[in-house]
């Protein structure tokens, strides 16, 4: 019989071995985890958002990051902006568009047309002023940048509001796919002391012993002499 007393070594061998199995489990659900979450990132990102948040996505998170450090120089972004002349001041304004005033261009394949040099390809709503509509590389502080791209393209949402409901089955996976594991873990480590899984003595024709032990085996691997008579 075992022993599972923790104050024998065979205990404590015992308790040794499951926590490496313990630790074992929990690194493999937290990858399989893990890798559903980024798979509910991609397919959130890819079909649950507007053209102009999809093209915006890296440069809201370089604002995210860059808006909490002490930087004092403006960093470099491309934006979708449209210029309008200012009666009051006879000056021309520049202005970032967003999604409810842009519609992307496509080709015949529903591919949003693409420039190497000019970017993609979008028209702006009817009724909307401008007197010039292009893609811009602006130098703006990212503290200024930030709230931006926050109100006017994400809603109001922040990086992590984009994305906690992609998280919420993390710990699920990672708790059902433990209990399922230690449970199958602690039943099979009993059915091997009680032996159920020895497979014992079986009986092959000798066909199938022959296939089992390979060509280059004989026997049982046990060294056999032949007794010598004694001469009188």
Not at 32 to 53: C, D, E, F, M, S
Not at 62 to 68: D, E, N, V
Request: glycine share 8%; hydrophobic share 40%; with cysteine.
């Amino acid at each position: 019989m075992a022993s599972r007393n923790a104050f024998t070594e065979e205990g404590r061998t015992r308790f040794r071995n499951f926590q490496r199995r313990i630790w074992t489990y929990l690194l493999l659900w937290a990858v399989v985890g893990l890798a559903l979450t980024a798979g509910g990132i991609y397919l959130k990102t890819r079909y649950g958002y507007r053209p102009l948040q999809r093209l915006y996505l890296r440069q809201y998170l370089k604002a995210s990051i860059k808006s909490l450090l002490p930087l004092q120089k403006p960093s470099k972004y491309t934006l979708l902006v449209r210029v309008i002349s200012n009666p009051a001041t006879s000056k021309e304004q520049v202005l970032g568009c967003t999604d409810d005033q842009v519609t992307p261009v496509r080709d015949e394949s529903g591919r949003v047309k693409f420039d190497p040099q000019l970017g993609p390809f979008f028209n702006l709503h009817e009724g909307i002023p401008h007197t010039f509509f292009y893609w811009r590389a602006v130098w703006q502080m990212d503290k200024q940048m930030y709230p931006w791209l926050k109100q006017e393209i994400y809603g109001g949402r922040s990086l992590a509001g984009l994305y906690w409901i992609c998280f919420l089955p993390l710990p699920l996976i990672v708790a059902v796919g433990m209990l399922v594991s230690i449970k199958m873990d602690l039943r099979m480590n009993s059915e091997y002391e009680a032996g159920d899984l020895l497979r014992g003595v079986r009986a092959l024709t000798p066909k199938e012993y022959a296939r089992e032990i390979g060509a280059q085996e004989s026997g049982i691997g046990l060294p056999a002499f032949i007794p010598r008579r004694v001469e009188s």
